[in-house]
């Protein structure tokens, strides 16, 4: 399982929104994160769903583009655009009131039930001081921004592995990675992608990475193609990533869109003989709830499962 939850879940025109609709860093942190409290997030419930349907292992969302830290983050080079506040669930949004850690209850509920557990981290950032969204990526406002955003992020994932002890560490933001001396537009590099490689299992030397620490250079633990099904077998590990209906977070406007169990049945079934896994999302409401149609599907794939 998948798990897609952020602010954009809030808002509910998915995980992308703050490119798509071109909203500023400051309306973005102002009148959407500001707001985002998943007071319904329920990690026993969320765990049980995913085991029914025969799931081994939940990766979810703990710093997606947006640069929102779902994890009470020390790290002081992640603020909000008045560089007062940390810009994470703890430090920005209303959350913070409840005490509560959704990771670590995701970690628990995972760890109750012998079911693998991972977190997803963006490489590119498009809330932080030292990047402004480009196209679909994000480019750097200097190279010494480059390299204090870089440590900063290398300090980020040392809490996460420290605090979390997850077994997958799933990267993402990689696309303008390319073989090269890094400027500010191409700020992210093959080299970059092999320390940041060589950090993790530094930290964790049994956590397995995927290959979005820097794609396209057989990189990383397995190969992780996104919403498709290769037409031959790949020559090392690898799984594939798939949505439900279209959109990896919360989006409103597509939950009459939901593809039924079978379809996934199928896929999943294909890329089983080939040998890979299969990581089917669910992106969950702005108030940490799933949505009724996103168990509907859940609940049939448990009983083809039985079947």
Wanted: proline content about 4%; overall charge negative.
């Amino acid at each position: 399982m998948f798990i897609h939850l952020g602010p954009y879940s809030n808002y509910g025109h998915g995980e992308w929104v703050m490119q798509i609709e071109k909203i500023s860093k400051e309306r973005y942190q102002d009148e959407i994160a500001a707001h985002f409290d998943p007071v319904n997030f329920n990690a026993d419930e969320i765990v049980n769903l995913a085991k029914d349907a025969g799931m081994k292992y939940i990766v979810i969302t703990a710093k997606h583009h947006d640069g929102f830290a779902m994890w009470d983050t020390k790290v002081k080079g992640f603020v909000d655009h008045t560089a007062k506040k940390i810009f994470s669930l703890y430090g920005f949004a209303p959350f913070a009131r409840w005490g509560r850690d959704i990771l670590m209850e995701l970690k628990k509920a995972c760890d109750g039930e012998n079911i693998y557990f991972g977190l997803y981290y963006s490489i590119l950032d498009w809330n932080h001081p030292s990047q402004d969204i480009y196209e679909y990526y994000s480019k750097m406002v200097s190279m010494d921004y480059r390299n204090a955003y870089i440590s900063d992020m290398k300090e980020q994932l040392r809490e996460l592995i420290n605090m979390y002890s997850p077994d997958i560490m799933w990267f993402d933001g990689d696309w303008l990675c390319y073989d090269g001396i890094p400027d500010t537009i191409n700020w992210w590099t093959k080299s970059d992608g092999i320390e940041l490689y060589k950090f993790v299992k530094g930290l964790s030397p049994y956590i397995i990475v995927n290959e979005r620490v820097a794609r396209g250079f057989g990189l990383g633990d397995f190969l992780c193609p996104e919403e498709v099904v290769p037409d031959v077998p790949p020559d090392r590990p690898w799984e594939t990533c798939q949505t439900m209906n279209g959109s990896w977070g919360y989006d409103e406007r597509k939950e009459d869109s939901y593809q039924l169990a079978e379809v996934f049945i199928r896929e999943r079934n294909k890329v089983r003989s080939m040998g890979g896994n299969y990581l089917l999302n669910i992106g969950p409401k702005g108030d940490g709830s799933v949505s009724d149609a996103c168990k509907k599907v859940l609940c049939d794939l448990k009983v083809m499962m039985m079947d």
